[in-house]
């Protein structure tokens, strides 16, 4: 039955309690031990059954508790402290940002686009690891004082909850948000009505309002399309779910947030300079910054190009070609062809945007290619990933070597107050003192982890594998009970696991590639193991499988069996519904921090660092963040970072690597105890590990990085090309279709350097090539003389490009330059060509697909 009104009841509190309302609707608590326990405090059993909701937990908590806390001194006082010390941080002028930016002209916003975010366990609008790091980085945003504000989509199911039959087979279902018991608040115009976004689809019009999660300091708004306005069901299921349906609820999503995301800033009133997007979900939002600078400024497209792609950021996270949105040409222009037209494009035009190959027709749409070429500024998540996504994307800028190709990286990071225990926090306080907590990229508090008494070091840590232990039987009772499992199956969880032995923890998405079952490939190496009287180990697994990925599924099913056979039983346990508050537990309470994804397929993996930031030790294939990470003296890797052409051939040979470790250095050294009970070399290792890896793997310096490196140049060139009327904007886009047009023109004529024989180390080489410029000035490109040694193709590798001068017309030779003082810095056999780029002092980069020019190979001859 349908209302004919609706009303919304707020929880009702006494004065005195007033401020837990706004305490529980800015989620800084999230990652605030003293404010988590203040609501533990209130009723601990409703904290627990709330989901961590403390929203939730005010508006159902007993009038009794209520009344109880109004006379207890010690909350009171507790409530107060609480209350101040937010307010305090709300009003902290003295962040980093502040501190080091204080005279950035006009302090530059960031809006900062992701499909999903997980800032706290009781909003479920997220997945997995994207979603885990874009909430990681609103946090680290909010700490540094960074000004930025969050944009995303608001799902009505969210993602899905897993269960196990009888079979181990997982199962799916899907629980409702209820967006007025969460920590949201509903944005609203000056009469009190919602702000609303309208984005036209073929059929009809979407309406989606805005909400806002208060992350700190950090903003975070969300579109929901759930509303009575939209008359047709698959307009109001736009934001149902997350990552479910099929491609036409996935492009409805996408051109929802980009588009519609895009258009709530305006509503609300932002500005932004700079925006990011994490992931290709959001590319469309590139298209809509176009379209409202052509009608703003009355710029042609290429001219609103130019100057939207000054302010572009993009993240790639995944280096597996199926983890990119592919979309059908016939779909695009279903859903699209109408605002392409309203960017003054043709079809062509228009999907051209998104194809690898422009002249490929067939070819599918990518969101990632669209991305790519539409932002300035590009980036991967780790190293390794650099590499892989420049050798990937390599086809965007054809002739250009794979290590020039413009896509960076920034290594991922995660939000220590979010993922490290209270009681390691404490200890942390005690020997670090507070500048871990305040500015934990700082190398110098992490150095003083080597005071730390081994004694409260391990104790801290068995104490949280005790409370994982707790947590694991808990657990495992109710997914007994759940199953209808017999009473004995059910008590026998009581008796799981040992909170005395070697815990290993995996805990991460079930795709093939990261290969959760390599550890039980050898079951009876893996038996002696697990049921070694003297030195036991014991595997806890965690995870889900995307719903349509029966390979993933069947991984958990083998786990599952696995467990139930002896001598594994009791000692290898698989955890449903794998979430924020599980992973807690895992990441603080294991001993080891396994990882076997196949190289180089995993962008970077974030649960490593959470762990490694608890005491954890890591044991890992040399991939994502663990291949810069990686020293024998804190961790241990599985192989040598070595790629194989036989999957079959790889788990045997990984698989045996990984038992070798296990056998001959993870277990002797865990179980090698001191006349003290204290296992001193392993303690040795966890203090390195903190020593040498907390300073850099967090999020806290990944977003300064980004800041420094991305932010505040794209809000710069942002800056210069609006100056005046859009003028140097408008300058670059003619100057970028003058150079396109007359670019067929220019050529390399010859070239020549000298001395050509006699050559020896530090000894200088002069350079020389003719040019035809045809209607190109010589100020329009960048003429390098490009020298490196020879491999044994006879191509050139590790090249140094030095530029050279214009020296005038020669003749009819053409245009002179010439490049003096080029040093022979090795021996060896060299070669060296001329390659030619455009050069303009507005560009972001000098590699514009298309434009580069190679010497003929033939030009010359020895």
């Keep these: 039955m349908k209302p004919i009104r609706t009303l919304t009841i707020r929880p009702s509190l006494p004065e005195r309690l007033e401020p837990l309302r706004d305490i529980a609707h800015n989620l800084r608590w999230a990652w605030n031990h003293d404010t988590i326990e203040l609501f533990r405090r209130l009723d601990s059993d409703l904290w627990e059954t709330s989901g961590h909701n403390p929203v939730l937990m005010l508006g159902t908590v007993r009038q009794s508790r209520l009344e109880d806390a109004l006379s207890d001194e010690g909350f009171l006082a507790h409530l107060d402290r609480v209350a101040e010390n937010l307010e305090a941080y709300l009003a902290a002028k003295s962040a980093w940002f502040d501190r080091e930016h204080e005279h950035e002209e006009g302090r530059p916003l960031v809006a900062y686009f992701s499909a999903e975010f997980a800032v706290t366990e009781c909003m479920e609008i997220f997945a997995g690891g994207l979603g885990v790091l874009a909430g990681d980085h609103l946090k680290s945003s909010s700490d540094l004082g960074v000004p930025l504000v969050g944009v995303g989509l608001l799902y009505q199911e969210g993602y899905f909850r897993q269960y196990l039959n009888e079979a181990g087979w997982q199962q799916e279902f899907r629980e409702d948000n209820d967006f007025y018991n969460l920590p949201l608040t509903l944005e609203r115009d000056t009469d009190g009505s919602p702000v609303t976004?309208?984005?036209?689809?073929?059929?009809?019009?979407?309406?989606?309002?805005?909400?806002?999660?208060?992350?700190?300091?950090?903003?975070?708004?969300?579109?929901?399309?759930?509303?009575?306005?939209?008359?047709?069901?698959?307009?109001?299921?736009?934001?149902?779910?997350?990552?479910?349906?099929?491609?036409?609820l996935r492009i409805r999503q996408e051109i929802m947030l980009g588009i519609g995301g895009y258009r709530a800033l305006k509503a609300l009133g932002q500005e932004p300079q700079v925006y990011h997007l994490n992931e290709g979900h959001a590319a469309f939002m590139g298209l809509e910054r176009i379209r409202d600078l052509m009608e703003a400024q009355g710029l042609s497209f290429e001219e609103a190009r130019t100057a939207a792609s000054s302010s572009l950021v993009f993240t790639t996270h995944t280096p597996v070609p199926a983890g990119h949105d592919y979309f059908p040409m016939e779909m695009m222009r279903h859903y699209l062809g109408d605002y392409a037209r309203g960017l003054g494009l043709s079809d062509e035009e228009f999907l051209s945007l998104g194809r690898e190959d422009p002249q490929e027709t067939s070819s599918l749409f990518c969101m990632t290619t669209l991305a790519l070429k539409l932002a300035d500024q590009r980036n991967a998540v780790s190293r390794l990933h650099g590499e892989v996504s420049r050798d990937m994307w390599q086809v965007l800028w054809p002739r250009l070597s794979k290590e020039e190709i413009p896509i960076d990286h920034v290594t991922n990071g995660v939000h220590f107050r979010s993922w490290i225990s209270l009681e390691m926090n404490q200890l942390y306080d005690r020997y670090l003192g507070p500048r871990w907590r305040e500015e934990p990229a700082d190398q110098e508090a992490w150095g003083r982890a080597e005071r730390i008494a081994p004694t409260e070091l391990w104790r801290t840590h068995e104490r949280r594998r005790e409370r994982l232990v707790a947590f694991v039987r808990r657990r495992l009772r109710e997914q007994l009970k759940r199953r209808g499992a017999p009473r004995s199956e059910i008590a026998a969880a009581d008796e799981a696991l040992d909170p005395r032995a070697l815990t290993i923890g995996f805990a991460r998405r079930f795709a093939t590639y990261k290969r959760a079952t390599l550890l039980l490939r050898d079951r009876d190496r893996l038996a002696r193991l697990v049921a070694d009287p003297e030195r036991p180990v014991q595997i806890l697994f965690a995870g889900k499988a995307h719903p349509k990925d029966e390979a993933g599924k069947r991984l958990i099913a083998d786990i599952v069996h696995a467990s139930r056979e002896e001598p594994f039983r009791g000692r290898l346990v698989f955890l449903e519904d794998y979430g924020m508050a599980a992973a807690r537990y895992l990441v603080q309470g294991s001993d080891v921090w396994l990882n076997t994804p196949r190289r180089p397929r995993e962008a970077?993996?974030?649960?490593?660092?959470?762990?490694?930031?608890?005491?954890?030790?890591?044991?890992?294939?040399?991939?994502?963040?663990?291949?810069?990470?990686?020293?024998?003296?804190?961790?241990?890797?599985?192989?040598?970072?070595?790629?194989?052409?036989?999957?079959?051939?790889?788990?045997?040979?990984?698989?045996?690597?990984?038992?070798?470790?296990?056998?001959?250095?993870?277990?002797?050294?865990?179980?090698?105890?001191?006349?003290?009970?204290?296992?001193?070399?392993?303690?040795?290792?966890?203090?390195?590990?903190?020593?040498?890896?907390?300073?850099?793997?967090n999020t806290h310096r990944m977003v300064q990085e980004y800041t420094d490196r991305f932010y505040l140049p794209a809000a710069g060139r942002t800056r210069r090309l609006a100056a005046g009327d859009m003028d140097r904007a408008r300058s670059l886009a003619e100057w970028k279709a003058r150079i396109r047009e007359g670019w067929s023109d220019v050529e390399v004529v010859d070239a020549e350097a000298e001395p050509a024989e006699g050559l020896t180390v530090r000894d200088d080489v002069?350079?020389?090539?003719?040019?035809?410029?045809?209607?190109?000035?010589?100020?329009?490109?960048?003429?390098?003389?490009?020298?490196?040694?020879?491999d044994i193709d006879g191509e050139i590798t590790a090249a140094e490009a030095t530029p050279m001068e214009p020296a005038g017309p020669d003749g009819e030779r053409g245009y002179l330059f010439r490049a003096d003082d080029v040093p022979c810095r090795r021996s060896g056999r060299f070669g060296y060509t001329i390659r030619i780029l455009p050069s303009h002092p507005d560009l972001a980069t000098p590699y514009l697909p298309g434009l580069l020019t190679w010497a003929a190979p033939d030009l010359g001859s020895e």
Excluded at 211 to 236: E, F, K, S
Excluded at 771 to 785: K, N
């Design 197 to 248: 976004v309208r984005v036209r689809y073929p059929e009809a019009d979407v309406v989606a309002q805005v909400w806002r999660a208060q992350v700190g300091r950090i903003p975070l708004y969300l579109l929901d399309t759930n509303l009575p306005a939209n008359a047709r069901a698959q307009d109001r299921d736009i934001t149902d779910e997350l990552y479910g349906g099929d491609r036409q």
């Design 604 to 697: 970077s993996g974030t649960s490593g660092m959470k762990a490694m930031a608890n005491g954890v030790l890591n044991l890992s294939i040399l991939d994502g963040w663990w291949d810069e990470a990686y020293q024998p003296e804190f961790g241990w890797a599985i192989g040598q970072g070595e790629v194989y052409d036989d999957p079959e051939y790889q788990d045997e040979v990984e698989a045996d690597a990984l038992y070798e470790l296990l056998e001959r250095e993870v277990v002797p050294i865990f179980y090698d105890r001191g006349s003290d009970g204290l296992p001193h070399r392993w303690i040795e290792r966890m203090k390195a590990s903190l020593q040498h890896l907390c300073a850099y793997f």
């Design 766 to 790: 002069s350079a020389k090539a003719w040019l035809r410029l045809g209607r190109l000035a010589p100020e329009d490109i960048t003429v390098q003389f490009y020298f490196g040694e020879l």
